[in-house]
């Protein structure tokens, strides 16, 4: 996969601090980084995103970070083409790209490709969003039986997505997610940083008090229209919640620390059982030797793509 040559991943559940230090070494390496998050894609609620302060991005140049409208659909296939053309620039100017964030799929995307899924039907979809939750799950399980126990229950951007799939290929979703990739991560360079799980969640805690300091109420009143896909940021409906004087601040920051701890474990389950990168315990060694020791990982992948 040559347009992923001399690229280096770093990868792992969100308040690890793996965004300080990609910055680091981007920032000692001349290197650039591109954005593998499903929301820091975005333009806007730079805060409810957790994107990197500006001090850290200032430290190396970020690409796919705030450069979507919120009223914008994302997905793997979008993300994808956006990432390789962005590596493509990075490494047309001698550079070394890394791949940084903890969107599974987005990761996935660029690790393994895609499979050929239809694409997507606006009127079908449309049927489809109009449509109950129960009814949703109900269609589904009656399309594909597998699928209609996998999928989550309650997100209905990816009931939506499976039935669609149904529909428009003939065949059931579970299907699709059993053919081969077509692509190996053993192939690809990286490294997957985590934290023991008190010393992460203590971060998770401590940033989302942060978030309500910095202003995160108001900058969510200040959004505009948002896609069903931005819609799906951790925080956003308790926030709102918070606004129409439905829960307590307390009992909003109680829950959206809560949904973070949640997002945190399966961002770990991912990545553990996904790819073969490198595990890094960022809880056992300081900034600074993180630093030194992912950039002579990330040289290496540097030095072999430019073979």
Not at 239 to 249: D, E, G, V
Not at 277 to 298: C, D, G, K, M, Y
């Amino acid at each position: 996969m040559t347009e992923l040559n001399g690229v280096f991943f770093i990868v792992g559940p969100t308040a690890t601090g793996k965004s300080e230090i990609a910055a680091d070494v981007a920032h000692d390496f001349d290197g650039e980084i591109i954005s593998a998050d499903a929301f820091q894609i975005y333009r806007g609620l730079d805060l409810l995103s957790a994107k990197p302060a500006a001090a850290t991005q200032t430290k190396a140049l970020h690409h796919l970070m705030g450069v979507t409208p919120v009223s914008d659909e994302m997905n793997a296939e979008k993300f994808r083409r956006l990432a390789v053309n962005a590596i493509s620039e990075v490494r047309s100017r001698g550079k070394l790209a890394l791949v940084v964030g903890g969107s599974g799929l987005y990761v996935k995307a660029l690790t393994h490709g895609l499979t050929n899924l239809p694409e997507r039907d606006p009127g079908l979809r449309a049927r489809l969003n109009d449509l109950p939750l129960d009814q949703l799950r109900e269609k589904l399980a009656g399309l594909d039986l597998e699928a209609g126990n996998r999928v989550d229950p309650k997100n209905r951007r990816r009931l939506v997505r499976a039935i669609e799939i149904c529909l428009l290929s003939g065949k059931p979703f579970s299907t699709h997610r059993r053919e081969p990739e077509k692509k190996s991560v053993g192939a690809m360079q990286g490294v997957f940083v985590f934290r023991d799980r008190e010393e992460l969640y203590q971060r998770i805690n401590r940033r989302v008090e942060e978030l309500f300091e910095l202003g995160v109420i108001e900058e969510v009143q200040s959004a505009g229209p948002m896609s069903v896909t931005a819609s799906q940021m951790i925080g956003l409906a308790e926030i709102r919640q918070l606004i129409a004087n439905r829960i307590s601040r307390r009992q909003c920051i109680t829950a959206i620390q809560q949904a973070t701890r949640r997002y945190a474990k399966r961002q770990l389950t991912w990545f553990r059982h996904q790819t073969n990168f490198q595990p890094l315990n960022l809880s056992l060694l300081t900034h600074q030797e993180a630093v030194e020791w992912i950039s002579q990982r990330a040289r290496l992948a540097f030095a072999q793509g430019n073979d």
